[in-house]
């Protein structure tokens, strides 16, 4: 089975250096610095324009958790249809309940409005801190979504290859499962054969400096950056390598 390198990527730029380096999908993200949230149009115009990915683009309207308001549901529901009408090949996207279940109605609304326009829809990471990890995958697959990204619901993949290894034998043949969260070249293609995934999603991340994030009284720094004035990249070597690691 061909084997998928998706890159997460948190601006245009990421996606050129993706691209640079291989890859054929990315998951496009605005402020990955809190975990990703919904890019802009004109970002997704420019790396439909300027390059030949399979772009899927995330639609999360804050940080934190995903038990969202009427309000909030409102926009995504908004910010989906546009990035949709510019040309997305798929959004990722996760409506939790308060008790760590999946929002049903809300979730089969965004998979209906997705498969309209014939592209694919994907359950990110709110699938680990899903309660019921079986539950909330035979949910998802009844519902239509065609592909769940999860990290095996530990903090990273090879942490939770038991449990990514036990969803590809128990429904792998039903939904596509992404595996994330820590996947680098190092380890990208033991965790495919242990698990049976062919699917891996990876920051490929470095950094550049921006002398302006410090001033005398005044920063913009943040965490986990590995310096006061750096904020992360995709790096096109370390995508080249993770592809050719995974031949």
């Known amino acids: 089975m061909k084997k998928i390198i998706e890159v997460c990527a948190g601006s245009y730029e990421d996606c050129l250096s993706a691209a640079l380096g291989g890859a054929e999908r990315v998951e496009l993200n605005s402020a990955l610095s809190v975990g990703g949230l919904t890019p802009t149009v004109a970002a997704l115009r420019r790396v439909k324009q300027d390059t030949d990915l399979q772009v899927v683009c995330m639609v999360r309207p804050r940080a934190a958790g995903f038990c969202y308001t009427e309000q909030e549901k409102r926009m995504m529901f908004e910010e989906a249809e546009l990035l949709l009408a510019d040309g997305a090949d798929g959004l990722a996207f996760g409506f939790l309940n308060a008790d760590g279940s999946v929002d049903e109605e809300s979730t089969g609304r965004m998979v209906d409005l997705i498969h309209r326009e014939r592209r694919e829809a994907v359950f990110h990471r709110a699938f680990d801190v899903c309660r019921d ?115």
Request: a neutral charge.
């Open 133 to 247: 990890a079986g539950g909330a995958m035979g949910l998802l697959i009844s519902l239509g979504v065609d592909r769940v990204l999860t990290s095996g619901q530990q903090a990273k993949a090879m942490e939770g290859r038991e449990l990514l290894r036990q969803l590809h034998m128990d429904y792998g043949s039903r939904i596509q499962i992404l595996a994330g969260s820590g996947v680098n070249e190092t380890n990208a293609k033991d965790l495919m054969e242990y698990t049976g995934i062919n699917q891996v999603h990876s920051s490929c991340k470095d950094y550049r400096e921006d002398p302006t994030t410090v001033g005398e009284k005044v920063s913009y720094a943040y965490l986990p950056a590995p310096c006061e004035r750096c904020y992360d990249v995709v790096s096109a070597e370390k995508v080249r390598r993770l592809v050719e690691a995974c031949r």
